[in-house]
């Protein structure tokens, strides 16, 4: 018999048992010698391979690795300098079986054996309607996502339904994997966007998708992300992000533009922040060519501001009787047509000085009218050139565009507004000749990267954005932006300083919000926000328009002035530069809180651009970078394995258990300060719960270890090799009792875990011996495991009852009694009572985030 036939046989069988005992004593050492010594002695290794992996157990509760993925890493790194392994050295018939075979392993009980078998057995070379037959043999199995992996991996999407790859993984919540799964097939992602738009529609019905998919079994939650509102948002932002027409997405347009409509009643009727002209502007624009929504207009207006009005509009668009709300019709017909007529509103000039009640109760742009400038030709131009671009300038810079409620298009700036000392220049961007000629984008770009002008702005990012979206050239060419402050993050750290001290007494109306509130905090009056929506692209701008875009403007001097006379009465320090954003940021720009300041101009943004501004990560951020014990996170129970990576990293992680509800994540988050690390739909919900920037969503079809280094990247944590384990993976906790292993012993055979000597003369090593060979010990010339922890005195553990003051026990029947000769030392967790050694585990870890430890000299010396 040849030792390939060997193998498959009754010796195989003994390596799979020896090889299942050694692993889970983690004597991975002797794993890792026993599985080469095995492999090298194999006349067919791929074979064999084969066989072992086919009798390796699959997952298991509570243990992130399997010991067919660690049989797998050992063969491929054997192979690297073994290429007569390789498939092609077989017969074709042979070739084709172990191809088969290797196929057959890809299950959901072996996630991670699909890559390397891909490659290893070239299973992209097989006959395709085999491997079909395979991905429909998964979806049988109810193993969806290994099903689109597949598919994916092996470019199968073409001959497979979409519909039923992608509606069990939307269903399941993991909707990033099926936007993966389309992703460069543009057939493909028009069905996807357009099938998540039909389930928008009114008729549409989760139990009867259900009943076309009985063996897709939906949890609570689960069942709740099926929503118009949150597909909605998912549509709107695939149909950024692929390019969809947005007349394929009726449904989801005609949502938002009826949400939109609803708003502006509100703002208009309810809050009173809308002025008459800017509110007939948006409506009639929400509402043009959809007969649905001027229907729903009409209600609305019914309910909020009466018959006369309601029947004023119903004529204006002729809505059908059988529609009309009850009572309209009635008023219709009551009503003279000179009275059904919308009234035209006042053409009079508008003064330059507001009324004296207005003076009383807002800010006051403290400038005459002459020194505004409106600029729409290069010879004007100048004169702000002249002005703004002198050293040592400070610079209040807003920009406005409308509001396109219910539209998907970029926005494109419609006004920059640069105010210096005494002056304001309005740059007209509508004015095409003027806005995009190239004197007028240079001179934009000199401001903005001109480290001698202090530009002041607040919540800069959406105002960027939007600038680059107006202009191509700051896309081919990086726009750099230097010597900014924005008043926001000055603004927050006021925030924080107020806490507990007398709040800002409110004026009657709602509440001052964003930049109002810091006017209001700083000056003593807020701004008036009733031109806050306008339709800036309109030409000429009115009166009140012009005062408002200078005011908002130059309010950010008279603030920053005010702040820099007595920075500390409000908590900041003598210089105002010195605060920065505790977010991460992209390009150097700042992101945008979720306080609603510009509410317009937010709510003018697309789905997809305001959840981009929360969720892009980023490799670089501005300001020191952090230790893990300073980043505090809450991580979803979707996400469980990358809360193990991060606590085996320092990083002090909460993560929920399986039953918990997503919520839960919101709730400690805010209790405990942490950031929400989630994946797929949840994301809609949890980070409308937090503040922005605290939480993030990562990409559920990768690889723990590559979410936890997106984390670490993302905010720029430095690690060391003292972070590594110094919190417990179990409980959380960053506090151990070392204790020598003579106490170790000690306290085993008080609790008869351990056999005393019969005698004195009794070898202690010999009597505890390991009957295997045991290499879970790191050998003395290794990395010295120093973990940056806190230690627990000796007295924390009571001798008697071996607990620790929070009541965890010492776990002492975890250690295994032939280890004790070995170890020296051993930790134990205070939080858990869980024990702990130098092993193997130390230096695989090590060697897994080698890419992104910071090695010196000081991360070597000892921590006790």
Known sequence: MSRAAQSEGVDLTALQDHLIALWNKRELETVRRTISEWISQLDEPLAGLLGLLEGCPGIQKGKSSTLGQFVLAEFVRWSQNHPEARLKGLQTEQALSLQQRALGLISDAQPSYMEPLIDMFQLGSMERGLLLKHVHYLQDCCFYKEAALLGMKLQLQADLDMEKICVPLILLDKLPLAESYVRGNTELQEKLVTLLDSWCSPNFSLGA?????????????????????????????????????????????????????RFLVYKRFGEGSMSEENWRDHVQATVAGNAELQIQLVELLTKRCGLRTAAQWAQHYNVP?????????????????????????????????????????????????????????????????????????????????????????PQRVALIQLAAKGRVFLLDLCAHDFSQHRHTVDFIRALLSDKNILKLGYGMSGDVKSLIGTWPEFQEEQLKIEEVLDLLHVHQQIQRSLRGSRAVEENEGPAEKGLSLLVQQVLGKPLDKMEQLSNWERRPLRTSQLRYAAADAYCLLDVYFALSQDPTRFGLPEDLRSVKSSQPAKNREEKKPKDKIKQGKRRGLSAAERQEDSTQVVSERQGPTITPKELRVVCDNMLQGLGRYLRCLGVDVVILENTDDHRVAANLARAEGRVILTAGQPYQTLRSQVAEGRCLTLDCSEKARDQA?????????????????????????????????????RMMQKKGLLREPADAGEDWEELYKPQLPYNSWRPPEGPKFTPHCRWAPHTHLDPQTLTFPGGAEVQLQTVPPGLLPRIPVFFICTGCGKVFWEGTHFDRVLSNFQEILHLTEDTTSPQA
């Open 209 to 261: 998708l259900c009943r076309r998919y009985p063996r897709v079994s939906l949890s609570k939650h689960q069942a709740e992300q099926i929503h118009p509102k949150l597909l909605s948002k998912h549509v709107f932002r695939l149909m950024e992000k692929f390019s969809i027409d947005p007349g394929l997405c009726s449904n989801s347009v005609y949502k938002r533009k009826l949400d939109s409509l």
């Open 321 to 409: 009787r059988d529609r009309l709300p009850y009572g309209v019709w009635d008023t219709l017909r009551s009503l003279s047509p000179a009275r059904l007529e919308i009234p035209e509103l006042s053409s009079l000039m508008e003064s330059w000085v507001p009324p004296q009640s207005h003076q009383e109760k807002y800010y006051q742009l403290p400038l005459p009218k002459e020194n505004i400038h409106f600029l729409d030709t290069l010879d004007k131009l100048e004169l702000c050139r002249k002005t703004v671009m002198q050293p040592g300038s400070v610079i209040g810079m807003d920009m406005e565009w409308r509001a396109s409620f219910g539209c998907v298009s």
């Open 709 to 745: 280094i997106h984390v670490l990247k993302h905010f720029h944590v430095h690690i060391t090799p003292s972070d590594i384990f110094s919190r417990c993976q179990a409980c959380n906790s960053d506090q151990y009792l070392k204790l020598p292993r003579e106490d170790l012993v």
